[in-house]
Structures are given as structure tokens and as C-alpha cells.
């Protein structure tokens, strides 16, 4: 508890030694952690590389850290609580105990299947707590685990698969979410369709549904573990061996492997979720992100966890079986911290304040905010409505990349100002560039958004091109990480996310680049060329905004853009698919062939005053009828 932030001079206090020391600042928090061996040096580091290293040589298993570590003192305290999709459907409550039990167990089951230290597992599986067990059970044996987002498409899953090789996939016979059964493992067979290096499914049972299992490659989990011993002697893995990859959308190709390593984000993961969410022990914690992303490895599953915390999992979606489920769950469990994106609250805003008035809430001291920018109006209404004026608000800016949080509120501590993240946590050092790299010193500025100086949770590279890695993140300012997001630093010192500066959109929390979504949709045969912008969405933050440009015999433009929807849930999953499609006769263009995104930004807004100056383009008359056919 000693790494506790308990004032505001406290936080200024441990800001400053992690910027002077920050080699003894981290040493001292990585000491409250159990090492297997320490190590010899805090850090090593280079962003030319890049190449990063913490704790070098430590040799440390990071579910000691969560199993063994909380077991004797309260091994019957509840880890993990799980409440179904259905509401009438029984939940489960996992003791730190059970928790070590179910890992061990299924950890000597991943074992006799073959899998080993440095096997890559993905898991593609539902909001059930073997969720957690089997990213904790990987971490146990050494095995790199790639959790893939349930809602994906088998063809996403499959490149998933070949990009890491992966030797194993954990998967469920299907899904609930909302009032739908998803055939997951259906999906599961058609992605092995395309890939070669798979040798063992293991499917937990959530649905009953009926499901093809293939002998001698797929097994039940439940008939894996059974006859597994409950007690597994943990793998001494170094600090700088990887934990996972996680697999996220960047502004161009296929979405890249993001890799995480064991020592420095077991650190910053336990760091940042006790001081943001100011967590005492007994208190019950809440975050309603998916596994499927970096929210829920860091602030459901590792950082919560190893923090002896009690954190729900939840199945289900926001609205079923109606807009109270969220406020239900936080009264039922009696919720402490709540942590949710801004798209649930503009979603559930959107039902009025009926849905919650059946509840009490007082049981909840903090909320939280994640994976986009929160507007005012947003910030207001969950303050007012959910917090009843009482709870503060973290609005905690960081990315998959990050590892964990990086520039947040601590809670109840930093005085609140909505719609901004505030200040960075100790250790991350925010610099903010212009278009020409140089750094914007002093108060009221506004630039790119960049970090000086590594900190432990920070990724090491992207799995297989280590190229892209520096490409991506280290090259456009030499000496810095850049972050993608545009940043303003207001006259208090406070820090506003703008949104991202590159080609990456955000819908509903959910990053993705526009040139995937471009590819898929040339995936279909009558599709010639097309373009695709984000744009302010009421709902999901932002929308997606398609144009395309089309062979139209032997269609009407309504059955193309039905067709077209399809191949992107079939390339990508549904959670890709745009809201607005436009078929159009050409794009904007310049003479040298680049598409004007800037003028298809503005058209999709419904901006049509101040288009900028057009007269590079190749034929500026493309621009008028595209405005003339803007889907409203
Ligand atoms: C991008 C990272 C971090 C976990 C969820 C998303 C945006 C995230 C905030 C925030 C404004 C935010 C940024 C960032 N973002 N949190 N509090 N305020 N913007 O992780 O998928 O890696 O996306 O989400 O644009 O770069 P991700």
C-alpha cells in the first residue's frame, strides 16, 4: 500500500522523483513484487531502436504475483466475479483460491497438450472467468497469449493466427451478447481452414449449442482438465520475456502484434490501477471492457488481480434486457469503481435518466472513462446522473501500446475538469511537437502528442517486423515515442485529447484504421476504388463514412452497398462496417494520384463552406457531385 497517492502535493511529490530518479522511483515500486531473482539493472534504453528493457535479468513469474502472492492471506477473498448475459442465469464468484486452483489446473492442461514457453496461444472466447484463467494459465507455463475480440470474423482470426503461429487456439462453442447466440467455434473452424500451425483447440462449453469437433485437434476444456492436477510449479520467465501480443489497428496495412513483456507491465499495470482508481482492499471494481482489448488485460484481468482485487466480469452488453443492466450489476455487487467507455454513456444517455432511477448507486466512490475522448455533455450527465455529484471522474487517456494508463485523474485527489485527462501519472513524460518536431514548452499549447522517456508498461516491439515498430512509433520525432493523438495543454497545465491525427478512426472506443476497412471493402469484385473517413458520430464518437467507387451492371446501388456491408463483416467483423455508404462517380484527387481525405473529412461532416483549396485537384468537379449525393 506504500505506493499509494493519498495527496495532491503527495502526486507532485512522486511526479517529480520519477522524473529526477527514475530508475530508483521504479525500483522501489517493482520491490513490493515477488522476484524470483532481482534484477541488475533498473533500465536500459534507446529509442533509436527502439530498444527498451526493465528490470534487466529479473526473473519473475507474473500469476506468482496474483496466485500465490494473495493466497495465504486471503485466498477465500473473491477475485473474480462473474455476472451472465442473462440476468436470470446464476453468476460465480472465484476465490483467489479457486482462481490458483482453475490456473494450475488448466496450466498442467496446456501442458500435456504441448504447449510450452514461448508457444503463442490465441484465445478467442466470451466474457466467462475461463477467460481469464486461460490468459493467467499462459502466463504460468511461459505460453504468449493473443487474445483476439470475439466479435471479429474468422478471416481477422485467421491472420491473427498465421501472423504470431500461432500452435493453439481456446475458444467456447458459442456466445451470448444481448438477445444473440454466436456460433464462435463455427468461426473458429473456417479461420483453421486458412491457417496451418494450429494443433489443439480447446473449447469450453458456454451454449450447448451443437459444434463439430475435430479428433485429435479439438478437445472440451472441461474434459482437459479433468484428472489435471490443481497445483503447477510456475515457469521462471525473465523480465524482458513476452506476455502477450495483442493485436491492434494502425493507420496502415493489416492490423500489428503489439507486444507486451512480463516484468515492466506486471509493474505498471498494479501501479497505475491502485493509484488512478485509489482501489483499498475489499472494495468491489468493475470494468466493462472486453478481454478482446488492452482494457481488459490490463484494468479486468493482470493489473486488478495482482492488486488482490475484486474484479467483475461481465458477459453481457450495456442495454440487455434493458438500459438498467449496467446500474442493476453496480447495485447488486455493490459496485466501488465503475469504469466504462464514453460510447456506453452516450448510448445509455440516450434511454433518459428512467432506467436508472430503480437504483441507489451509493455504493459507488469513483468512475471511470476510457478509449476516447469524453465530450462535456457526456462528462455531465454521468457525473450527475451515475456519480450523483459525489464521485470524481478519472478520464484516463493511454492506448494498447501503453500498457496501461498514462494520463488520468487520480482519483478523488487531482481536482477534475471535464473532458480532460489532466496530468500524467508519475513516470510518463508528456512532450507536445509541433508539425516540425519541435517541442511546445510552457502553458496554453496545442500539438502532437509525444513521450520523452520510457516507462515500464511501455510495448518493446511489434511481433515479427520489428521495422514497423520503429516506423510506427519512433521515426516521425526522432528521440520520442509519438502517440497519434493531438493534445492540448490548457493555461492550468491540464492536458484535452483532440482525437488522433493519423488515419485512425474511433468508433464507439474501438480503433480502426481506414485503410483496412479500404481493403476490405476492394474486396469486393464490382468495387473499383474507395476511400473512407471517420466523422462525428452522436453515439459511437466517431462514425465511418464510406466511398466508393463502383461497377454498377447488374446491381442497384442498394444491393452493392448490402453486398459491400456483408464482405466487411465477413473481413473484418461488424464492428467495422460503416455507417453511411456513398457511391460515387471518382474522388478527389491530386494531379500526383492522392486522395484529398481532407475534402471527404468535410463532406461527411456536412461542412461544405471552407473546403480548402482545391485547385490541385485533377477535376475539381468530382467534389460537387459528390456533395450533391452525401448520404445524410
Ligand atoms: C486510442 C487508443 C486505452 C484503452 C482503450 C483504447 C483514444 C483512449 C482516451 C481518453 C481521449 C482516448 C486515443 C488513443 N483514447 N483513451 N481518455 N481520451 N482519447 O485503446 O484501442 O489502443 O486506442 O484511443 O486516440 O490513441 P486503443
Redesign the pocket.
Known amino acids: 500500500m506504500s505506493d499509494r497517492i493519498h495527496t495532491l502535493s503527495g502526486y507532485f511529490h512522486e511526479y517529480q522523483k520519477s522524473v529526477t530518479e527514475p530508475e530508483q522511483f521504479w525500483a522501489r515500486i517493482a520491490d513490493s513484487f515477488h522476484w524470483k531473482k532481482r534484477w541488475d539493472k533498473v533500465l536500459e534504453w534507446d529509442f533509436e531502436g527502439p530498444d527498451v528493457k526493465w528490470f534487466v535479468n529479473g526473473k519473475v513469474n507474473i500469476t506468482e504475483n496474483i496466485l500465490e502472492r494473495h493466497l495465504f492471506i486471503m485466498g477465500d477473498r473473491p477475485a473474480i466475479i462473474w455476472e451472465p448475459n442473462d440476468p436470470n442465469e446464476e453468476g460465480r464468484t472465484l476465490t483467489y483460491r479457486q482462481l490458483y486452483h482453475e490456473v494450475c489446473k488448466f496450466s498442467n492442461a496446456l501442458k500435456a497438450k504441448g504447449v510450452g514457453k514461448g508457444d503463442k496461444v490465441i484465445i478467442y472466447m466470451p466474457m466467462v472467468p475461463e477467460a481469464a484463467i486461460a490468459m493467467l494459465a499462459c502466463a504460468r507455463i511461459g505460453a504468449v497469449h493473443s487474445v483476439v475480440f470475439a466479435g471479429f470474423s474468422s478471416s481477422a482470426l485467421a491472420d491473427r493466427i498465421n501472423d504470431c503461429e500461432a500452435k493453439a487456439v481456446l475458444t467456447s462453442d458459442g456466445n451470448f451478447r444481448g438477445s444473440k447466440k454466436i456460433a464462435v467455434k463455427d468461426l473458429v473452424d473456417e479461420a483453421l481452414e486458412k491457417t496451418k500451425t494450429v494443433e489443439t483447440v480447446i473449447v469450453y462449453q458456454r451454449t450447448e449449442q451443437d459444434i463439430n469437433m475435430v479428433e485429435g485437434r479439438d478437445i472440451w476444456w472441461h474434459d482437459a482438465i479433468q484428472d489435471q492436477p490443481d497445483t503447477n510449479e510456475a515457469e521462471v520467465m525473465d523480465s524482458e520475456d513476452m506476455l502477450f501480443i495483442l493485436y491492434?489497428s494502425g493507420s496502415t496495412g493489416k492490423p500489428k502484434g503489439v507486444v507486451h513483456t512480463t516484468g515492466g507491465y506486471m509493474v505498471y499495470s498494479k501501479y497505475t490501477f491502485e493509484n488512478v482508481f485509489q482501489y483499498s482492499p475489499g472494495d468491489v471494481y468493475w470494468c466493462t471492457a472486453d478481454i478482446g482489448?488492452?482494457?481488459g488485460h490490463s484494468y479486468i484481468v493482470y493489473g486488478p488481480l495482482l492488486a488482490g482485487a475484486t474484479s467483475i466480469m461481465f458477459e453481457g452488453v450495456p442495454t440487455y434486457p434493458d438500459a438498467g443492466r449496467f446500474w442493476a450489476i453496480v447495485d447488486k455487487y455493490q459496485v466501488n469503481q465503475f469504469y466504462t467507455a464514453p460510447t456506453a454513456i452516450r448510448a445509455l444517455e440516450a434511454h433518459g435518466t428512467k432506467p436508472i432511477e430503480p437504483y441507489k448507486l451509493d455504493s459507488l466512490k469513483v468512475l471511470g472513462?476510457?478509449?476516447?475522448?469524453?465530450n462535456e455533455e457526456a462528462w455531465h450527465w454521468y457525473h450527475t446522473h451515475i456519480g450523483k455529484n459525489r464521485c470524481p471522474i478519472v478520464?484516463?487517456?493511454?492506448?494498447?501500446?501503453?500498457g496501461g494508463i498514462m494520463v488520468s485523474p487520480i482519483a478523488g485527489i487531482t481536482p477534475n475538469k471535464p473532458a480532460y485527462?489532466t496530468m500524467p501519472l508519475p513516470g510518463v513524460q508528456l512532450a507536445i511537437v509541433d508539425a516540425e518536431g519541435k517541442e511546445l514548452k510552457g502553458k496554453a499549447v496545442e500539438g502532437n502528442l509525444c513521450i520523452k522517456f520510457p516507462w515500464p508498461g511501455m510495448l518493446r516491439t511489434t511481433y515479427g517486423d520489428h521495422d514497423r515498430c520503429k516506423q510506427t512509433y519512433f521515426s516521425a520525432y526522432p528521440g520520442m515515442y509519438f502517440?497519434?493523438?493531438g493534445v492540448k495543454r490548457d493555461h492550468d497545465g491540464y492536458y484535452r485529447?483532440l482525437?488522433?491525427v493519423d488515419d485512425?478512426i474511433?468508433v464507439s472506443?474501438?480503433?480502426m484504421g481506414t485503410a483496412e476497412i479500404e481493403n476490405a471493402i476492394n474486396e469486393h469484385p464490382k468495387v473499383i476504388e474507395s476511400a473512407v473517413v471517420g466523422y462525428p458520430h452522436e453515439v459511437k464518437g466517431q462514425g465511418i463514412y464510406a466511398y466508393v467507387i463502383c461497377d454498377l451492371k447488374n446491381r442497384t446501388e442498394e444491393n452493392l452497398i448490402g453486398e459491400i456491408k456483408d464482405t466487411i463483416t465477413k473481413s473484418i467483423g461488424p464492428i467495422a462496417k460503416p455507417d453511411k455508404i456513398q457511391i460515387v462517380p471518382g474522388l478527389p484527387k491530386t494531379r500526383s494520384g492522392k486522395i484529398m481525405r481532407r475534402i471527404l473529412r468535410k463532406v461527411a461532416e456536412g461542412s461544405f463552406d471552407n473546403m480548402g483549396d482545391t485547385s490541385t485537384l485533377l477535376d475539381p468537379a468530382v467534389v460537387e457531385e459528390i456533395i450533391e449525393g452525401r448520404v445524410e
Open positions: 491492434t482489448w488492452i482494457t472513462s476510457v478509449g476516447e475522448p469524453i478520464d484516463t487517456w493511454w492506448q494498447t501500446e501503453t485527462a502517440t497519434g493523438d485529447i482525437g488522433r485512425v474511433n472506443g474501438h480503433r
